[in-house]
């Protein structure tokens, strides 16, 4: 059984750092690319930053690109996200993704959630002002 377990999230002051992480366990075939996601409350889910496995080749949009950091532990099967000089509006339920199938194989399908099949329960993180 596929299990992505997050981990890491709190309460932080603007400005602050956390760094969350992801265990994957139950894997019995390869991963193509991790993701990270976050949705804040009526909001839709956004895109975050990504790795793919074999290359650990990283991608991040705009709104997280020089704060965030993404990065893998292949022989722990832990994916992690180092979040730098975070803003309020980073505050948001920051969730774990596998895209299993290699379907996030072209660059403008790598944000796009429902090409994940399996994801974390999430983690909360809040940052104050």
């Known amino acids: 059984q596929v299990q992505l377990v997050e981990s890491g999230g709190g309460l932080v002051q603007a400005g602050g750092s956390l760094t969350l992480s992801c265990a994957a366990s139950g894997w019995t075939f390869s991963k193509y690319r991790m993701g990270w996601f976050r949705q804040a409350p009526g909001k839709e889910r956004e895109f975050v930053a990504a790795?793919?496995?074999?290359?650990?080749?990283?991608y991040y949009p705009d709104s997280v690109k020089g704060r965030f950091t993404i990065s893998r532990d292949n022989a722990n099967n832990t994916v992690y996200l180092q979040m730098n000089s975070l803003k309020p509006d980073d505050t948001a339920v920051y969730y774990c993704?596998?895209?299993?199938?290699?379907?996030?194989?072209?660059?403008?399908?790598?944000?796009?959630?429902?090409?994940?099949?399996?994801w974390g329960q999430g983690t909360q993180v809040t940052v104050s002002s």
């Open positions: 993704a596998t895209d299993s199938l290699a379907r996030t194989m072209l660059a403008g399908k790598i944000g796009i959630p429902d090409l994940y099949d399996y």
């Open positions: 790795i793919r496995w074999s290359d650990s080749s990283t």
